[in-house]
């Protein structure tokens, strides 16, 4: 359970900084909001992780859930620059957390 909760948080770890960008430094009403709501439960869901999972492995899968899935939607949405370096930036990201999973910190 723990894991799907983290996972979640995650997602909504995008979320959030989806909503801080959209909030245009937080002048703007309901992505502001929309921001503090979920940093809120991005924040609980990793608090409630980390009560049984390891940190370094459950941050890792954190941060790096949020980061790909930021950068990948800051291009599609936002119109982010990007060229293999990006590219490449975002697989190492992915290739780090799964390499922390295999070599058994996830467990």
């Known amino acids: ?6 996972v979640i948080s995650g997602l909504l770890e995008a979320g959030w ?3 801080l960008k959209a909030s245009n430094g937080l002048s ?5 909001v929309a921001f503090f709501v979920l940093i809120i439960l ?3 869901g990793l608090m409630y992780a980390l009560k049984t ?3 370094g492995a459950a941050y890792a899968v954190w941060v790096g859930i949020g980061a790909v899935l930021t950068a990948v939607i800051g291009i599609i949405a936002f119109k982010d620059p990007v060229n293999v370096w990006v590219i490449l930036s975002i697989l190492a ?3 780090g957390v ?8 996830g467990h």
Do not use: E, F, N, Y
């Open 1 to 6: 359970m723990a894991w799907i909760i983290l």
């Open 17 to 19: 900084a989806l909503s």
């Open 28 to 32: 703007r009403l309901w992505p502001s």
């Open 42 to 44: 991005s924040m609980a």
């Open 53 to 55: 999972l390891p940190v």
């Open 93 to 95: 990201i992915i290739a």
């Open 98 to 105: 799964v390499g922390l999973q295999i070599a058994g910190s």
